[in-house]
């Protein structure tokens, strides 16, 4: 049968591996430490016993000195406890957080489109501040009472054996208590996590479309949306909390009780002869010693049981597969030509086929434009096309190389995308071009922004290249954000390029900027171009229209025009009118326009050595 799959914190000792050494010495340490302060108070007993009752000062000054000692190394020992146990708690964080990112990244985009940003957000937030929270204050704590625990119940037997006894009567009520807390609060903490990402998920959908929440008048309804998560969040603590409140002052009593019944009998003991002062004494500081750890341990067990429900939230991400991986014993693909053959693709999102039966043959550097309304399958084509999905049926074959029987990576950066929406990342204008090679000197930048038209866009701002560029490129127009990421696509060099609406929404002043870059781009690339101006698509070797996922028209803008088909009617859709198409800046479809929420540079990866 196989072994069930480890979600817990015990999937965190993976991270362990490589550091048996410094944890057999740290528990050594711990051991160590426990045996100091359990220790200490039977020679605290032996003082009274033999010393202080019997008058002895030599025994006594032997005993006080040997105490000091033991009480010293046992402080070390903690201070190397604390410092060893909180250094690998924090590089267990370390590499969780890198683990969780990496793996974040090698995930399909279907994962993103199916998640909210904030819920992922959460997960390498405040997920992995509450391990981290556990790992640096609570291992300490948890380590140390561990094995203080069975330490103080043992000299608290070695002490006295009938007072040990005594002492452990409120056993059976702690465990009954410690049982209920156990399942109670791992429930609560769990609805914690759950609460607290609801909250994240929403802040983070409210910041992104403020805008809009702001054009529509939505303050108020996003504001109540809001408050509604956030008092959930509060119940859920709240009821949290008080499963603590009931199961830590209990503990605490139990303690207590158990206390008063060591000193009642130890004092009947007494006075019958059978016990000594020092031993009843030691008896009961032995006790707080036995109930120390467990309320402690209560402390603590309500972080592990937040870190428990966070660990769970991250291992669902963590377990997640993507779906576009490499096959075993995929090759390495080299500089690649640029021949792209797509044979009979079929491809489906879920249940509802949107390609059927696709065949297309592009030559090395050719230039192939796709046309047609929104949902007709065109998007679909490119993504299949980058391998951000593989098709259900048929292949993508560049070279005559399926993309399934070869290394992602090596095929990704050779893959070139820009997008109608084009996306930046915060830094200079200079880091955004450099972003698909990032080994790239500072005079190949210039001279790509001098090649696709940056250095206007670098001229009217005073650090020029060097101008900080805020997340998503605010402060800059669609055109200028546009070029920016045409030059970056031309810095990396892809021998595949994909267009998807590059040059809609630009006003025509920008749009010739942008055609220009797209001439000095396209040039010597198989290109793949999805577009609605009729601008954009001449410059292509041959149109395909798409409809309802399948080509039902091809041939050249004259080809096209000439016959009464999709395309021509699609061209009439403008103006009313062929011949009041001729315009460059025309637009095929301007109403059913997509519109794009990214734009990137595919091929970002760096070469391989």
């Known amino acids: 049968m196989p072994r069930k799959a480890r979600t817990g914190l015990t999937r965190l000792t993976r991270y362990l591996e490589g550091r048996g050494v410094v944890v057999t010495l740290l528990l050594l340490a711990a051991i160590g430490e426990a045996a100091a302060q359990t220790g200490g108070w039977l020679l605290v007993r032996d003082a009274i016993n033999n010393g202080i009752a019997k008058g002895d000062e030599t025994f006594l000054a032997e005993i006080v000195v040997i105490y000091l000692v033991v009480q010293a190394i046992g402080w070390v020992l903690m201070a190397v406890l604390i410092r060893g146990l909180a250094g690998i708690g924090q590089g267990i964080v370390l590499s969780l957080r890198r683990d969780l990112f990496d793996h974040l990244t090698s995930l399909s985009l279907r994962y993103f489109s199916e998640q909210r940003a904030g819920w992922i957000i959460a997960r390498l937030t405040s997920d992995v501040d509450a391990l981290s929270d556990v790992l640096s204050q609570g291992l300490p704590t948890l380590v140390t009472n561990a094995v203080l625990l069975p330490a103080a119940v043992i000299t608290l037997f070695v002490n006295d054996w009938r007072l040990g006894l005594v002492s452990l009567?409120?056993?059976?009520?702690?465990?009954?208590?410690?049982?209920?807390?156990?399942?109670?609060?791992?429930?609560?903490?769990?609805?914690?996590?759950?609460?607290?990402?609801?909250?994240?998920?929403?802040?983070?959908?409210?910041?992104?479309?403020?805008?809009?929440?702001?054009?529509?008048?939505?303050?108020?309804?996003?504001?109540?949306?809001?408050?509604?998560?956030?008092?959930?969040?509060?119940?859920?603590?709240?009821?949290?909390?008080?499963?603590?409140?009931?199961?830590?002052?209990?503990?605490?009593?139990?303690?207590?009780?158990?206390?008063?019944?060591?000193?009642?009998?130890?004092?009947?003991?007494?006075?019958?002869?059978?016990?000594?002062?020092?031993?009843?004494?030691?008896?009961?500081?032995?006790?707080?010693?036995?109930?120390?750890?467990?309320?402690?341990?209560?402390?603590?067990?309500?972080?592990?049981?937040?870190?428990?429900?966070?660990?769970?939230?991250?291992?669902?991400?963590?377990?997640?597969?993507?779906?576009?991986?490499?096959?075993?014993?995929?090759?390495?693909?080299?500089?690649?030509?640029?021949?792209?053959?797509?044979?009979?693709?079929?491809?489906?999102?879920?249940?509802?086929?949107?390609?059927?039966?696709?065949?297309?043959?592009?030559?090395?550097?050719?230039?192939?434009?796709?046309?047609?309304?929104?949902?007709?399958?065109?998007?679909?084509?490119?993504?299949?096309?980058?391998?951000?999905?593989?098709?259900?049926?048929?292949?993508?074959?560049?070279?005559?190389?399926?993309?399934?029987?070869?290394?992602?990576?090596?095929?990704?950066?050779?893959?070139?995308?820009?997008?109608?929406?084009?996306?930046?990342?915060?830094?200079?204008?200079?880091?955004?071009?450099?972003?698909?090679?990032?080994?790239?000197?500072?005079?190949?930048?210039?001279?790509?922004?001098?090649?696709?038209?940056?250095?206007?866009?670098?001229?009217?701002?005073?650090?020029?290249?060097?101008?900080?560029?805020?997340?998503?490129?605010?402060?800059?127009?669609?055109?200028?954000?546009?070029?920016?990421?045409?030059?970056?696509?031309?810095?990396?060099?892809?021998?595949?390029?994909?267009?998807?609406?590059?040059?809609?929404?630009?006003?025509?002043?920008?749009?010739?900027?942008?055609?220009?870059?797209?001439?000095?781009?396209?040039?010597g690339r198989t290109s793949l171009i999805i577009a609605h101006r009729l601008a954009t698509v001449r410059r292509a070797d041959e149109i395909l229209v798409v409809e309802r996922g399948r080509i039902v028209q091809r041939g050249t803008e004259r080809e096209l025009l000439a016959i009464d088909g999709p395309f021509r009617q699609l061209a009439r859709d403008l103006e009313g009118a062929v011949g009041s198409t001729s315009g460059s800046g025309a637009r095929l479809s301007p109403s059913r326009s997509r519109a794009k929420s990214a734009s990137f540079v595919a091929s970002h990866e760096e070469p391989e050595s």
């Not at 970056?488 to 055609?515: F, G, M, Q, V």
Request: negative net charge; hydrophobic residues 45%; contains cysteine.
């Open 169 to 523: 009567v409120v056993l059976p009520p702690a465990l009954v208590l410690t049982r209920w807390f156990q399942v109670r609060s791992a429930t609560a903490q769990l609805e914690v996590r759950n609460r607290i990402a609801a909250v994240t998920a929403q802040v983070a959908e409210s910041l992104s479309g403020m805008a809009i929440v702001q054009a529509f008048n939505r303050e108020r309804a996003f504001q109540r949306e809001f408050d509604e998560l956030n008092d959930a969040n509060r119940a859920a603590n709240t009821y949290a909390q008080r499963i603590f409140s009931v199961f830590f002052p209990s503990i605490e009593f139990l303690g207590i009780v158990s206390s008063a019944g060591v000193i009642l009998v130890g004092a009947h003991l007494i006075s019958s002869g059978s016990l000594e002062i020092g031993t009843l004494l030691a008896a009961i500081y032995l006790v707080q010693l036995v109930f120390q750890p467990l309320q402690e341990l209560s402390d603590v067990y309500g972080m592990l049981q937040s870190a428990a429900a966070a660990m769970v939230k991250i291992t669902s991400v963590l377990d997640a597969e993507p779906e576009i991986r490499d096959a075993p014993g995929a090759r390495k693909l080299g500089r690649i030509k640029g021949a792209l053959e797509l044979d009979h693709l079929r491809f489906a999102y879920g249940a509802e086929e949107v390609l059927h039966g696709i065949d297309l043959d592009v030559s090395p550097g050719g230039c192939i434009a796709m046309v047609g309304i929104s949902g007709g399958g065109k998007s679909t084509l490119a993504k299949l096309v980058a391998r951000f999905y593989d098709p259900d049926e048929g292949a993508v074959r560049v070279d005559g190389n399926d993309l399934r029987e070869v290394q992602l990576r090596s095929y990704r950066r050779q893959l070139g995308v820009v997008l109608q929406d084009p996306f930046l990342f915060s830094g200079t204008i200079a880091d955004n071009i450099r972003f698909a090679r990032p080994d790239a000197s500072d005079e190949q930048v210039r001279e790509t922004a001098a090649a696709i038209g940056v250095e206007r866009v670098a001229a009217r701002l005073k650090d020029g290249l060097d101008h900080e560029v805020r997340e998503g490129g605010a402060g800059l127009s669609a055109g200028e954000r546009q070029l920016i990421s045409i030059a970056r696509a031309l810095l990396a060099d892809p021998r595949i390029l994909i267009l998807d609406e590059a040059t809609s929404n630009i006003d025509r002043p920008t749009e010739i900027l942008i055609e220009r870059a797209l001439d000095r781009l396209l040039r």
